[in-house]
């Protein structure tokens, strides 16, 4: 009786020590193009802080994560896109809005962004199409108004830029309610951190 209560307690051990040996799922790691760049540019989906119409709270945020990243001190601020190697995109969350927007002459479409911030290639804000159809109807010139809708948490994602200055990616992208408030920043303190632990500065 002694001996099969030893052997079966020596078996529950053998489990519980195979069990603790099986190696942790390792978390994918961030792309070496963390470490080696040293320039970044923010700019929202909607386009960079000078495309007209460009949701108010998208805007604030790009400033705000410039602001986060200079304090960061680990890369340069770009000016245009093609000088970055990456670009840190924001999303405020909102779930409706309504967005004035500034209407070109007619026959033109809206100006989606500041001339002098694009690089050939990449022309319009993130995820539409240079061609893409108006979707405000009307093209005479004045002010329009634009619908806007969306997850009600922000969202800061990372891209890498093109030698043409079109983006590709995501490489890093997460959300949370209130990620892009100041004076926390979460969503880039995250970024920040995951970083500094995978590449850490001498």
């Known amino acids: 009786m002694k001996r099969a209560l ?24 961030l792309p070496a193009v963390f470490d080696h ?6 700019e929202a989906e909607g386009g960079d802080s000078f495309t007209p119409g ?25 000016h245009k896109r093609e000088d970055a190697e ?12 309504v967005t004035p927007r500034v209407m070109g002459g007619i026959g033109s479409r809206p100006q989606d962004r500041n ?3 694009q690089s050939p290639g990449s022309q319009g804000p993130i995820g539409r199409s240079p061609n893409a159809q108006d979707p405000f109807g009307d093209r005479s010139a004045g ?10 948490d922000d969202m800061l994602s990372v891209y ?9 990616g995501p490489i890093w992208t997460q959300s949370l309610k209130g990620g892009l408030e100041m004076p926390g920043l979460q ?11 995978a590449y850490p500065k001498n």
Request: charged residues 25%; hydrophobic residues 45%; glycine residues 8%.
């Open 187 to 197: 969503l880039l303190r995250r970024i920040r951190q995951e970083v500094d632990a």
């Open 160 to 168: 890498m830029v093109n030698p043409a200055g079109a983006l590709s």
């Open 115 to 117: 001339p002098g911030s």
């Open 86 to 97: 990456l670009v840190f995109v924001v999303r405020k969350g909102r779930l409706a809005s």
């Open 143 to 152: 002010v329009g108004l634009g619908a806007e809708g969306g997850p009600a």
């Open 54 to 78: 460009l949701y108010p709270e998208d805007r604030e945020a790009i400033y705000d994560v410039e602001q986060g990243l200079h304090d960061w001190k680990r890369y340069t601020i770009a």
């Open 37 to 42: 760049a040293q320039y970044v540019r923010v």
């Open 6 to 29: 030893l052997l079966v307690l020596v078996g529950a051990a053998a489990l519980l020590i195979s069990a603790q040996a099986k190696p942790k799922k390792q978390k994918a790691e």
